[in-house]
């Protein structure tokens, strides 16, 4: 379908927004649904716009090296990093593959995949699972004590998942989001009531399995119990897969992806496609745990900025005051602010998340670039914040904005695919 204006087709992208319908599928080896992880193919995803391995930062790099141990394509850490130089392992954004992953976000073939399909578009998006807290790949760990939770991750977690997953039926996200909003969760810092949702939607059917041990039970429902942040990647594979069919229209200015690697900051907009438009990353301000401070945080990171998109997130701050002091926010009225003033770069709010704490409006949805350079007010994301050196974790928690060019090059783009000259 043609619009005739930019108006008509953001209106478009944002009902399809509505519209989208995620449903989690299963928990499946990452090569059984992603092509270019095939057997024998030495390739890794990561988080954010194209990078080479020579420009990743420190965690990014540590996060290879764990998940080429992980792979067991070298003996040491010493020959993983001299395979990653020697550019023997092909690097690709998890978003070109239909998939989202968390902080340094590298996914290999072997590593369990969450899978969510928008049932209103029948695409589907992967994510892979939250590891916990403390030392995790993620954040740059690759110890063997990394190494073997990401085993036991694909050997026992991952497993007992899908088979609870096919005993109960698929799940519906847009349900849980809705509860959850309600319980305080904004679904980037805050998944505490969305995590302890599912772990009660599953653990029924984990309870029933007959072909899983008792200590595998018992170790699973214990993790999902511990994971406070277990939810957040189920969020991410749903935005994705939201986000993914709203861009199927290829028209308008709303933004579909938001991403970081680290070293640039990406976006895309629905009118320009596959296109990304970036600028360079910026360092989150925000609360550091004891003995930290900006002098030791990694530029931002992670595709988790999907939410974000979605309208989740720093962009629904109001929904959870309590994450405020976390993020290093003041309190009530600026969780308040926020989200007001993220109302001046969206579309319209969605109706399937009514925020309590807002008067029951919607969460807001549909970022226009547009808003964001006539305004010059930026999308807030909520973050975790890494330490610079790899392996050190999660040293905080803050909020960050993207560089203001990416949306400048993206809108210039957009006029210029449209006919107009500068």
Not at 57 to 69: H, Y
Not at 93 to 105: E, I, K, L, T
Not at 233 to 256: L, P, W
Not at 262 to 283: H, S
Request: aromatic content about 6%; overall charge negative.
């Amino acid at each position: 379908m043609i619009y005739q204006t930019i108006d008509e087709a953001n209106t478009a992208v944002v009902a399809k927004i509505v519209a989208g319908s995620p449903y989690l599928l299963d928990v499946v080896p990452a090569h059984t649904v992603i092509s270019e992880l095939g057997e024998g193919k030495k390739v890794l995803l990561h988080a954010g716009p194209p990078i080479t391995f020579d420009n990743m930062v420190d965690p990014i790099q540590g996060a290879c090296i764990g998940a080429v141990m992980f792979e067991e394509w070298t003996e040491t850490r010493e020959e993983a990093r001299e395979l990653l130089e020697s550019g023997a392992v092909t690097l690709i954004p998890c978003h070109h593959v239909d998939a989202v992953g968390p902080m340094g976000g590298i996914t290999s073939a072997h590593m369990p995949l969450l899978v969510v399909e928008n049932k209103t578009d029948g695409n589907r998006a992967y994510c892979t699972m939250n590891e916990g807290i403390g030392a995790v790949l993620r954040f740059g760990a690759n110890g063997d004590d990394v190494i073997n939770r990401l085993r036991w991750m694909r050997d026992v977690l991952a497993p007992t998942l899908s088979k609870a997953i096919a005993v109960r039926g698929e799940m519906n996200i847009n349900v849980l989001v809705a509860k959850c909003i309600a319980m305080g969760d904004e679904f980037h810092q805050r998944n505490i009531a969305g995590s302890l949702a599912f772990l009660k939607e599953v653990a029924p059917s984990i309870v029933k399995l007959t072909d899983v041990d008792q200590t595998a039970k018992e170790e699973v429902m214990q993790f999902l119990a511990d994971t406070d942040q277990f939810f957040l990647n189920i969020m991410m594979a749903a935005s994705k897969a939201v986000m993914d069919g709203a861009r199927m229209i290829q028209e308008g200015t709303v933004v579909t992806a938001m991403c970081r690697n680290g070293y640039e900051f990406g976006i895309r907009i629905a009118g320009m496609g596959d296109q990304w438009f970036t600028g360079p990353v910026n360092t989150p301000k925000g609360l550091y745990f004891s003995g930290f401070s900006e002098a030791d945080a990694a530029p931002d990171m992670g595709d988790s900025a999907i939410t974000e998109t979605y309208g989740v997130g720093g962009m629904a701050m109001i929904a959870a005051p309590a994450v405020t002091r976390f993020v290093g926010s003041g309190g009530f009225q600026d969780a308040l602010q926020t989200s007001e003033d993220m109302t001046e770069i969206t579309l319209d709010h969605n109706p399937n998340f009514p925020v309590p704490t807002w008067d029951f409006q919607g969460i807001t949805i549909g970022i226009d670039a547009r808003k964001v350079v006539e305004t010059g007010i930026l999308p807030v994301i909520n973050t975790g914040i890494a330490n610079k050196k790899a392996g050190l974790g999660q040293i905080g928690a803050g909020t960050v904005t993207p560089p203001i060019e990416a949306f400048e090059k993206a809108v210039l783009a957009y006029a210029e695919k449209l006919g107009f000259k500068g």
